[in-house]
């Protein structure tokens, strides 16, 4: 198992090599998952372009470390480009990902190719929504709210058709650091990228599931809106995590992306 110590936390993650020219993809997961979310996105894209996936910190096998804002989160990704020395990186954030890949861009904007946000926002939900979810953790676990979670990350067609997977998904939900998810909901609760999402400059998709119960389309698109020349689309029967559901319909969106970023590099040679 590859791991790799920044900033005094280890963080856990997965490198795949290509040839070829094409940036590296960097992916980064949703609360309450770590990066084998994205198993089957990688299974589908291997050797066609670099790919890196890492449990953030409080998620998955990394180190749970102090989480007080998603610049915590930026911290860690910023230090993985680096140490991998990357370069230049299309950055693949869902849900919170999508908050911290805007993070690393209003830090960092000269190392981002481009931009794939995935069923995430500027801002997503309210303070006090965040509190309650925070306060009901606390005093009774991840447990408390995981059906209620699940029924936003997957379509009712998932709940009735997949039942392993969704036993598999609740598992990996529960099974995360107490600390890591809640210091990481309170990291969602005060992100506001507003304004930065403003002040993107790179090609940037903004990708929902039609069925999202927790960032639903209208709310993505209202990112795509604030992001000037942002492509928006729609995973038809799809919830929250895309990536589990719908990995083709995502996949595709990816691969288009990609190139239309390789024929802009071409067309302004």
Same mark, same amino acid.
């Given at each position: 198992?590859?791991?790799?110590?920044?900033?005094?936390?280890? &963080?856990?993650?997965?490198?795949? @090599?290509?040839?070829?020219? +094409?940036?590296?993809?960097?992916?980064?997961?949703? %609360?309450?998952?770590?990066?084998?979310?994205?198993?089957?996105? &990688?299974?589908? =894209?291997?050797? @066609?372009?670099? =790919?890196?996936?890492?449990?953030?910190?409080?998620?998955?096998?990394? !180190?749970?470390?102090?989480?007080?804002?998603?610049?915590?989160?930026?911290?860690?990704?910023?230090?993985?480009?680096?140490?991998?020395?990357?370069?230049?990186?299309?950055?693949?954030?869902?849900?919170? #990902?999508?908050?911290?890949?805007?993070?690393?861009?209003?830090?960092r904007?000269?190392?981002?190719?481009?931009?794939?946000l995935c !069923? $995430?926002?500027?801002?997503?939900? $309210?303070?006090?929504?965040?509190?309650?979810?925070?306060?009901?953790?606390?005093?009774?676990?991840?447990?408390?709210? +995981?059906?209620?979670?699940?029924? /936003?990350?997957? $379509? *009712?067609?998932?709940? +009735?058709?997949?039942?392993?997977?969704?036993?598999?998904?609740?598992?990996?939900?529960?099974?995360?650091? %107490?600390a890591?998810?809640?210091? $990481?909901?309170?990291?969602?609760?005060?992100?506001?990228?507003?304004?930065?999402?403003?002040?993107?400059?790179?090609?940037? &998709?903004?990708?929902?599931?039609?069925?999202?119960?927790?960032? *639903?389309?209208? %709310? /993505?698109?209202?990112?795509?809106?604030?992001? *000037? #020349?942002?492509?928006?689309?729609?995973?038809?029967?799809a919830?929250?995590?895309?990536?589990? @559901?719908?990995?083709?319909?995502?996949?595709?969106?990816?691969?288009?992306?990609?190139?239309?970023?390789?024929l802009?590099? @071409?067309?302004?040679?």
């Amino acid at each position: 198992m590859p791991f790799v110590t920044i900033g005094g936390i280890t &963080l856990h993650h997965r490198r795949i @090599e290509a040839n070829g020219s +094409a940036r590296p993809i960097v992916f980064i997961n949703s %609360l309450g998952t770590d990066f084998r979310s994205w198993d089957q996105v &990688l299974s589908i =894209l291997g050797g @066609e372009m670099p =790919l890196l996936v890492y449990d953030k910190r409080g998620h998955g096998l990394s !180190d749970i470390g102090d989480i007080s804002s998603i610049d915590d989160h930026v911290d860690d990704l910023c230090g993985l480009i680096d140490y991998f020395g990357l370069g230049k990186v299309v950055l693949c954030g869902l849900s919170v #990902g999508g908050l911290i890949a805007q993070g690393f861009h209003a830090r960092r904007p000269e190392g981002v190719e481009g931009l794939i946000l995935c !069923d $995430t926002a500027h801002k997503i939900g $309210t303070t006090d929504s965040w509190n309650t979810r925070i306060a009901t953790v606390e005093g009774k676990g991840i447990q408390e709210i +995981a059906d209620g979670v699940l029924k /936003v990350w997957f $379509t *009712p067609s998932f709940h +009735a058709t997949r039942s392993a997977e969704l036993d598999g998904y609740w598992n990996m939900l529960t099974r995360q650091a %107490l600390a890591g998810y809640l210091g $990481t909901c309170a990291a969602v609760r005060d992100a506001d990228f507003t304004e930065a999402a403003r002040r993107i400059a790179v090609p940037t &998709l903004c990708i929902a599931g039609d069925q999202d119960g927790s960032t *639903p389309p209208d %709310l /993505v698109r209202s990112l795509a809106d604030l992001i *000037p #020349g942002a492509r928006f689309e729609i995973i038809r029967d799809a919830g929250h995590i895309p990536c589990v @559901e719908q990995p083709e319909a995502l996949t595709a969106l990816i691969r288009d992306f990609i190139a239309s970023l390789a024929l802009g590099a @071409e067309t302004h040679g």
